[in-house]
């Protein structure tokens, strides 16, 4: 062989390489954290605190390894179960923290709405609300604070103390994989 076509050689085998190392650099980011974690059957446990005790949750699948699913709403599931007299009573300003007994997921977004005794949400999705959690070495949590659309009731029981009945949908997210825990409590306007 002579140079010339060792020099074409190496400009080939670099150009294959780049084009090897550019398809792997893609495929990881348009597939987040599915690349990179391991392939889960289920979605794993989570462990909920509030006032020193556990807290009792269901679990809905979204979508979990290529199949989709349609589903009983969560917080609808979670009164089915339990009801409402088995509510906590969580007052403004405690805080409920929890974690996950198994890989973290990717994305995590959590909403609370406001509830009737069948877990249905009470009011319009533009009462729902967004809240902020905070992360410390793969425990999350988040502080009970006033909810305004509490006001809207027309049920002055609503007003008493543990009246309002709260819901938290926990939305996770592990690559393509997604569920959502749902839990409900009692607690103040």
Known sequence: MNKKTNK????????????????????????????????????????IIADGEAMLYTTGL???????Y???????????NWGADSLKYLPNGEEVAFS?????????????????????QLYSG?????????????????KIVPNMAGNLSSHSDTYEQGGLLRGYKLICTWGRNSCEYGFAIRSDV
């Open 8 to 47: 074409r050689l190496i400009y080939i085998m670099i150009i294959i390489l780049i084009l090897i190392t550019s398809y792997i650099l893609y495929t990881m980011i348009n597939t987040p954290g599915q690349i990179l974690t391991q392939k889960m059957d289920q979605p794993p446990s989570i462990e």
């Open 62 to 68: 979204n979508e979990w390894n290529g199949s989709k």
């Open 70 to 80: 349609d589903r009983q709403d969560t917080l609808i599931s979670y009164m089915n």
């Open 100 to 120: 996950f007994l198994g890989q973290v997921p990717d994305k995590i977004e959590m909403i609370e709405v406001i509830i009737g005794e069948d877990g249905r």
């Open 126 to 142: 533009k009462e729902t609300k967004e809240i902020l959690l905070i992360e410390s070495d793969d425990q999350y949590g988040f």
